[in-house]
């Protein structure tokens, strides 16, 4: 008899410990994917403030194109707020970061994943950005697509794996210095979004999705 409950304590230990051991494993695996998202956010915010003080210290004239990228470790959602305070902030859903840049001449906006520009005029540095509301549709789904900061109408360029969509570019009107643009496609492919302002043709934005 105290041979069986011998047998049957030890085997309830065996069970916790198990359950110890795999609790254990998926805290750390949660807390290695965290740090990595962490990283990944931190240089994300780097890139863009180091990219606003380099046309900030470049002048009036100043232009150079930069991108982020589609996801930060295994997030594909998150954004970027640039304020002129001073200050880029970063959201994903699991976390917050801001970082510092050396201006507050700039045009506040809220940017997302893909390439944009920037643009020194007079002293004040513009991005511009084009997003779209998701990064995955269906085959008959509708795309919105916003961009800013353009100050003229743009031309705006659809490209499926490579290759110019029939019927592109086409020009949009510019509304308080952004536009929207909605259009449906009914062939799956890798696409690209590419848009210029008419006149300021380095006021320039791209972004990419799939359709499925």
Wanted: charged share 10%.
């Amino acid at each position: 008899m105290k041979a069986q409950i011998s047998i049957e304590f030890m085997i309830g230990i065996m069970f916790l410990l198990v359950i110890y051991i795999a609790a254990l494993s998926g805290f750390n695996t949660f807390a290695n994917t965290n740090i990595i998202q962490n990283e990944a956010a931190k240089q994300v915010c780097y890139t863009v403030s180091s990219a606003i003080s380099s046309a900030d210290i470049g002048g009036s004239g100043f232009s150079m194109n930069e991108s982020i990228p589609y996801s930060i470790g295994a997030s594909y959602d998150y954004s970027l707020s640039v304020l002129n305070k001073s200050v880029v902030d970063i959201n994903w859903p699991n976390g917050f970061f801001s970082c510092s840049m050396i201006t507050q001449n700039i045009t506040s906006i809220t940017m997302y994943a893909g390439k944009f520009s920037l643009n020194n005029i007079n002293g004040t540095v513009y991005i511009s950005s084009v997003y779209t509301d998701k990064l995955v549709y269906n085959i008959s789904e509708t795309v919105h697509t916003n961009g800013t900061y353009f100050f003229n109408n743009v031309s705006l360029a659809i490209y499926n794996n490579g290759t110019l969509v029939s019927g592109y570019p086409v020009t949009i009107q510019i509304v308080n210095n952004s536009f929207s643009y909605n259009f449906v496609s009914t062939v799956a492919g890798h696409y690209t979004i590419k848009v210029n302002d008419i006149n300021k043709t380095t006021f320039y934005a791209e972004r990419e999705f799939d359709v499925i």
